[in-house]
């Protein structure tokens, strides 16, 4: 069975970093396209970055430049860098698949909560 397992969050201040883990069991990562999502209060949950099968990543506007997505592939996870990290970043994050597989599967871990505040 697929098991997905977010750690990492916190609290930091404005400007500070995170890195969060997507601890991955049921299948390999390198052979699926894999994203983060998140969900504020009060909000849908959003995509926020997603790499390819092949590695290539995307990414939400808003996190372009500030956040990186990547794979350990020997560790069988999925992580996200986040950087200069803005108040409206605070969300509950999700790793989930991609392009409707998360849909047909229709399961997703705990989450990791992240809050950016003063």
């Given amino acids: 069975q ?3 397992v ?3 969050g916190g609290l930091v201040q404005p400007g500070g970093s995170l890195r969060l883990s997507c601890a991955v069991s049921g299948t390999l990562v390198r052979y699926n ?9 009060g909000k849908q949950r959003e995509l926020v970055a997603t790499i390819s099968s092949g590695g290539s ?20 996870t999925v992580l996200l860098q986040m950087n200069s990290l803005k108040p409206e970043d ?9 392009g409707g597989l998360e849909t047909r599967l229709n399961y997703w871990g705990q989450g990791t909560q992240v809050t950016v505040s003063s």
Wanted: aromatic share 16%; hydrophobic share 30%; with cysteine.
């Fill in 90 to 98: 605070t969300a509950v994050y999700y790793c989930n698949f991609v």
């Fill in 2 to 4: 697929v098991q997905l």
């Fill in 57 to 76: 990543p995307n990414y939400e506007d808003s996190v372009k430049g500030r956040f990186t997505i990547s794979r350990d592939n020997a560790k069988n």
């Fill in 33 to 41: 396209s894999m994203a983060w999502y998140r969900q504020a209060p």
């Fill in 6 to 8: 977010e750690s990492g």
